[in-house]
């Protein structure tokens, strides 16, 4: 095919870039308006988020800085200060912030005597399941220490039992209070051998790693060698 002369070409080349500018044109005007507001509302939606990001920081910030006044107010035994703080991260904080809100409020409560009202507010700490595990296992373990002696063994035993499972963080504290309530219904054998895996529990503390291996050996249960010694060596219990 014989090549066109510059004139022609040019021209043609012309012709082909209006092509291509009015085929943009067409397209621009089907899909332009919609690219628009596409990035339109990706910029809006960026710029919310980055809003609220940065109202999430500050609101962080004022509840850490509350949560440390409390703690402040709590260990200098300002009790009407530590409850005003303690009824703020409760309204206006995050889950951990609000939990620990209650949790002050609880123990506010137990220092007045009110034990009925603090068991209360544990027990709707245990019972959200919008707060951490920890929080709601602390919570049922105050609980029941607080309704201990109102409550028969039984019921003691069901509701800790998901807490009587050796590795569970609170299954030291959890299976001494089980233990005690099984020898309550004089289930001996059992509350022996509870009493002899908390004795072996390395995690827990060692006083109730102590007064488990005694208990558990007063009932004929053999502890490890390690909780022996430590049965041995340590001082006898004051009354």
Known sequence: MASLPPTEDAFVREVDEELRQEQLLKVWKHYGKLALIAVALFLAGLAAFLFWR?????????????????????????????AKKADELIAGGGSGYRVSGLMTKAALAVDKGDTKGAAAIFAGIAADE???????????IRQTLLEYDTLPPQQIIDRLKPLTIEGHPFFATAGEMTAIAMLQLNRTAEAGRLLAAVARDKEAPDTLRVRAARL???????VDEAAARATATAPADKD
């Not at 940065?54 to 530590?82: F, P, S």
């Not at 558990?216 to 053999?222: P, Q």
């Open 216 to 222: 558990a050996t007063s009932l004929g249960v053999n």
């Open 130 to 140: 919008d707060a951490a595990q920890p929080y709601r296992d602390i919570a049922l």
């Open 54 to 82: 940065g109202e999430q920081q500050k609101a962080a910030e004022k509840q850490g800085e509350t949560m440390g006044a409390l703690i402040a107010d709590v260990q200098a035994a300002r009790k009407t200060d530590a």
